[in-house]
């Protein structure tokens, strides 16, 4: 059973015939209404078609269609060329730049640490000398000195106290 949008369409395109013909059209509301769009409709068509109507080929065209029509019909339906061979990175290429880029990683990565020597002090490591601190002075006073051979600098970190004893003067 056609639905009333498949019977709208064939009476549009006048393949109603007999009692389908008339049952269709006692089942519209408005038939006057109908028959107006369906003349718009036809009218739509006419002009389309004369504005869109599909150019002559010339005869090399012509030919060619008629070349690759048959070409279609010989090798069957036509399918989308896979997407392994209408690309430049297939799986394959993608898989063996990953493992020369992580080559090339481990490489650089061995490189650099071999370059450095685990044994050697880092310039930034500093050396504790001595923390004493005077309760007379100041009871919650932190006293630190830090000193670093090769800059041949030492600093004095000083927290809470309120004077600087004697021993701790600069020289």
């Not at 709208?8 to 769009?37: I, N």
């Not at 090339?104 to 930034?124: H, T």
């Not at 004493?132 to 090769?150: G, L, Q």
Request: hydrophobic content about 40%; aromatic content about 8%; proline content about 4%.
């Amino acid at each position: 059973m056609k639905t009333f949008e498949e019977k709208w369409t064939a009476w549009l395109d006048g393949e109603l015939s007999g009692k389908e013909l008339v049952e269709f059209e006692a089942s519209l509301p408005d038939k006057a209404a109908a028959e107006a769009e369906k003349h718009g409709a036809h009218k739509l068509g006419a002009l389309l078609k004369e504005q869109l109507g599909a150019h002559a080929l010339s005869n090399e065209d012509f030919f060619s269609h008629q070349l690759r029509e048959r070409i279609v019909r010989e090798n069957g339906p036509s399918r989308e060329p896979s997407l392994e061979a209408s690309t430049w990175w297939t799986v394959r290429r993608l898989f063996l730049t990953g493992v020369a880029s992580l080559a090339l990683f481990v490489i650089c990565a061995v490189v650099v640490i071999r370059d450095k020597n685990p044994g050697e002090q880092s310039q930034y490591l500093t050396q504790i000398l001595n923390a004493r601190v005077d309760p007379a002075v100041s009871p919650n006073a932190t006293i630190s000195m830090f000193e670093t051979k090769e800059d041949k600098v030492t600093v004095l970190w000083v927290e809470g106290l309120q004077s600087l004893p004697a021993d701790y003067a600069a020289k």
